[in-house]
């Protein structure tokens, strides 16, 4: 995976598309997969997991350019043959319903627990 191209895919993602240090995110991965055009990558998405049955849809991506063609669709597809257990992703409700519920996930409750919060307090 060549990290720069990588981080020119998140950059024209997303409003806060650099993630310095994704290197080390890609060496404790499950699985990644990638998309690409000629010349050009177009798509990513990482699948991380707890070395059991779990595993966690990360960083999804697809250039805009590239948006509305099956590509995301695909990526988050195309692991999930690979995952034995449970595939999760975390999603706002639009999200969920427009692009994961399509690709078969199910809404589920779920928590979080900031702890950026928590340490500045």
């Not at 849809?57 to 043959?81: F, K, N, Q, S, Y």
Request: net charge negative; charged share 25%; aromatic share 12%.
């Amino acid at each position: 995976m060549d990290e720069d191209e990588l981080q020119r895919l998140f950059e024209a993602s997303w409003p806060d598309g650099r993630k310095d240090g994704y290197r080390s995110v890609l060496e404790q991965s499950f699985t990644w997969v990638t998309a690409h055009a000629p010349a050009a990558l177009v798509g990513f998405v990482n699948v991380a997991w707890d070395g059991g049955i779990h595993f966690f849809l990360l960083d999804t991506t697809v250039h805009p350019e590239w948006r509305h063609r099956g590509i995301g669709w695909r990526l988050v597809r195309e692991p999930a043959a690979d995952c034995r257990g449970y595939l999760h992703v975390d999603a706002d409700e639009v999200l969920m319903t427009s692009f994961y519920s399509p690709c078969g996930f199910k809404p589920t409750p779920a928590g979080v627990l900031d702890t950026r919060a928590a340490r500045s307090e």
